[in-house]
């Protein structure tokens, strides 16, 4: 076993006694890194079928990361990459969901929610997250609405010192992101200029996407009572 495979290994050990420490049992630490991990191979399959060279997910008690070297040819395959990992990781939240609900399982139920909490937080247009990314291809200003709703997931979960970790590590690499993409813009301004067509399905999907996960977080028992009387 290679010096890199061990430390893989140690991380994944460490990110599971974090959550479990979180979450309060090894079975939720153990159903929300799944969760987490259908979201990254999302991103990487994308990668991978764009031809990108991607690592495969690694596991950080922070949640997990996939690794590009480089950026994407264009900003519309960036927001490709991007918008599949909340698009698996949603469709895995909500097989988990109803699998919960069929067996009667209530940590499952509880595992998909955080799930569905985990992609919506994650399509908020800040870098490092999917939404900053994602943002490219619609307009990379994005972030000026994306800090404020940073602000209020912050205010809104009673400065827990999680989500002020998480909001402050956002933040440092937002603002490295937005120097960045405006030095970007400065020398390869086609890089932000899909044709409309992309970028209007981009929209639409952000969009209809965001609003499904906050019907699915906030409002549970209607999602619950829609699948059931689908018969699922």
């Known amino acids: 076993m290679s010096k890199r495979q061990l430390l893989m290994g140690a991380s994944l050990l460490l990110t599971l006694f974090v959550w479990q420490s979180m979450l309060g049992t ?116 994005l972030w000026v609405l994306g800090a404020p709703l940073l602000a209020w997931v912050v205010y809104s979960s009673g400065f827990s010192s999680m989500t002020v970790l998480v909001a402050a590590l956002v933040g440092w690499q937002a603002f490295q992101d937005v120097t960045m993409r405006k030095q970007l813009a400065q020398v390869n301004p086609q890089y932000f200029q899909p044709e409309l067509p992309a970028r209007l399905a981009y929209i639409a999907a952000y969009l209809g996407l965001g609003a499904f996960l906050v019907w699915a977080y906030f409002f549970p028992g209607q999602l619950a009572n829609f699948l059931v009387g689908l018969g699922l």
């Open 26 to 141: 090894m079975a939720m630490a153990v159903g929300f890194l799944v969760m987490i991990f259908i979201h990254e191979m999302g991103h990487y399959l994308a990668a991978k079928q764009l031809g990108l060279p991607v690592s495969a997910p690694i596991f950080t008690p922070m949640g997990a990361v996939i690794l590009m070297p480089t950026l994407p040819k264009s900003a519309k395959d960036e927001a490709y990459i991007a918008m599949a990992g909340p698009v698996l990781g949603t469709v895995g939240a909500l097989a988990g969901f109803i699998l919960g609900l069929s067996l009667g399982v209530r940590d499952l139920i509880q595992v998909s929610q955080l799930a569905f909490m985990l992609n919506l937080f994650n399509l908020i247009p800040l870098a490092p997250m999917d939404g900053g990314r994602i943002s490219m291809v619609i307009n990379r200003h």
